[in-house]
């Protein structure tokens, strides 16, 4: 029987004995007219989807419209700030009293022994100098990510890699939380609390600088850090790490070879939305900086931001004069500013990405 079932298998029941070389031939013949017949395909059945409520398309329009919004509020404000700085290119009233030059290029004024670039917007001889400006942005922001991001970093590694599951729970949601504090409070207490602080431990002239303002700014920043940080170490795959282990890496090694680079797109993410929360923010800099805008590397004197600037004196100018033009084309830089840091820091996330192996 299993000799029969043999003969079955092979296809010899189809085809006789070849005894001969025209047996031969005639059997390729009828193996080739056999594969000739073919049996035609057979269709998939077609499938007809019912038509979606009509509530669900509603929905789907209103969320489109949702995305679709929040690109053209961004475009209108931008066209908003642009226009009105516009005339500072343009009209004659304002730059008779203020040019870009006159902004970017110290100049030498009544009274002074050589060229400086000086914010003194309401004076006999209104002065509109940048730099000043600009190098208190940078110094407040500079301290703030110094501070920020090791502590966010530490706390998100802490968090994901060493904590038991019952500090997990209350560590996260403690750090998340500084997020939900009011920026007017966080310059308040820098304002009453912190500066003094500084004051007596550091011995410092100025109460209110950029120090003070940039520690006190790094708690907005940090959560910011800490909840891309973490989730982008909670991601990486935990074959990763047994991998690492089997081939007798120990724990911090593990995690300073192994899972902060595969996490490193995400941690740069949370960087970048950091330093534009930074570069911005505008309460907390304005109660704890001094409100100086005086041209000085050092971290203990008074400074004052773009942002800071902004919102101290905009309320008090003539709408449409030069001052309130220039007030416009900084806020117009700082949007500028923010929208190029973002942009780059996705970029470095993306080929970070590729660089990684991971899909950009």
Known sequence: MSHMRHLFVNGWWSYPRVTTPEGAIAMARQKSISARIAVPPVRPPKLTLAPAPLWHRAAEWLLRCLAVSAVVAIVLILVFIAKEAAPIFYSAAVRAEVTLSRMWVPQLWPGYDESASIW??????????????????????????????????????????????????????????????????????????????????????????????????SFAVIPVIFTFAEEALRAVPRSYVEASTALGAARWQTIAQVVLPAASPGIAAGVALGLGRAVGETMIVLMASGNAAIISASLVDSTRTISATIAAELAEVVFGGAHYTVLFFLGTLLFLTTFCINTLGDWAIRRMKIRLGGSA
């Open 120 to 217: 003194q917007p309401v004076s006999e001889i209104p002065k509109f100098g940048v730099w000043p400006l600009i190098l208190g942005t940078v110094k407040v922001t500079l301290v703030a990510m110094a501070v920020s991001v090791p502590l966010g970093v530490g706390a998100a590694v802490y968090v994901s890699q060493y904590a038991r599951p019952r500090t997990r729970e209350i560590v996260k949601p403690v750090v998340e939380l500084l997020a939900g504090i009011p920026s007017v409070v966080l310059g308040f207490f820098a304002l009453m609390i912190m500066a003094t602080w500084f004051q007596h431990l550091f011995g410092l002239e100025s109460r209110l600088n950029a120090l003070v303002s940039g520690v006190a700014l």
